[in-house]
């Protein structure tokens, strides 16, 4: 049991086994992951040999965090108590508002619970990257199904969007698309579905006169080797973390080979919190002589451009030395 802050707090329950440790991994490890998710910390600057969090930002990150279908902490009430425990323990520090979560790897006394919690923020790292991957080649498999599906309408789509919009003319009484308003039920649902059509073929013409075919290939490729690139990182931070869980539970030094990750550790947690999941493209159904709103091609060639810059800051971040392509 222990004593939140405040003049009018209640003893709140915290487990005390969280400061236990086996050969490879400290149990604080899960609490500290949740606190370095790229989308909850900024930067990693250890200039003045530590860096870390406003405690304020630790409580909410913590507050109502799962690992692996368990509640690690179930309030911000908890947090805050948690935080203080940690201190306590030696496993984070305090400085007034500050939770310092990193030392400097250079420091020769730097422990266990320190090497710990770079440990931990390999583990979000790689958590993070394995989520953007997911996502990305869904995304890549998304667009190559797209292309190959207008690749096989080429043939004679002109002459078919003639057509089409000749049918949807036919729909009304006189010349020129009718106003779906004063047609019947059966017409409306005919004039739906042509416009449909009218506008997917617009679309394979779209892309016959923009290169669009050509443009998502190149996009794809440079996809596919920048995905190649992260999980190469994402293997080098899996040997990296071993080799500090390892450092910690025999009290040695920092791995040499992990200080890369540290110099760039705050640049690619930035660079992997910036990234939008990928959407659909959304198609102008208000007006049959607009054009789809999102050139593929270029979509495609800016998924590519974000993830290639993620893939290089991944690669610094692991070391060439490292990487295996």
Avoid: C
């Amino acid at each position: 049991m222990a004593q939140s802050r405040g003049p009018e707090s209640e003893p709140i329950r915290v487990r005390a086994d969280w400061v236990d440790s086996d050969d490879f991994e400290g149990k604080w490890e899960k609490l500290i992951e949740q606190v370095v998710q790229p989308e909850t910390i900024d930067e990693i600057d250890i200039a003045d040999g530590h860096g870390g969090i406003s405690r304020r930002e630790a409580v909410e990150a913590l507050a109502g965090a799962t690992a692996d279908g368990e509640t690690l902490v179930s309030s911000e009430q908890q947090a805050d108590v948690l935080v203080e425990y940690l201190a306590e323990e030696d496993i984070v520090g305090l400085e007034g508002d500050e939770l310092i979560l990193f030392r400097d790897p250079d420091e020769e006394s730097l422990g266990g619970p320190a090497l710990m919690n770079w440990a931990a923020l390999m583990g979000a790292v790689i958590e993070s990257i394995d989520e953007h991957l997911a996502r990305v080649e869904d995304a890549k498999e998304r667009f190559q199904e797209t292309v190959d599906n207008l690749e096989t309408e080429t043939t004679d789509s002109n002459e078919r969007l003639s057509k089409t919009a000749q049918r949807l003319q036919n729909l009304g009484p006189g010349q020129g698309i009718p106003d779906p308003e004063t047609l019947s039920d059966e017409e409306r649902a005919q004039y739906k579905q042509l416009k449909s059509h009218y506008l997917y073929l617009r679309n394979i013409e779209k892309a016959k006169e923009e290169n669009l075919f050509e443009n998502v290939s190149l996009g794809l490729d440079q996809m596919g080797m920048a995905i190649e690139r992260l999980e190469a990182a994402r293997e080098a931070y899996e040997m990296f973390r071993n080799e500090t869980r390892t450092a910690a539970a025999k009290n040695t030094v920092f791995p040499e080979k992990a200080l890369n990750f540290v110099d760039n550790a705050g640049t690619l947690i930035n660079d992997l919190a910036g990234v939008d999941q990928p959407e659909e493209e959304d198609v102008d159904s208000d007006d049959l002589e607009s054009m789809i709103e999102e050139d593929l091609g270029g979509t495609v060639q800016e998924e590519a451009s974000e993830l290639a810059s993620v893939a290089d800051t991944a690669g610094q971040a692991a070391g060439e030395e490292n990487l295996q392509i």
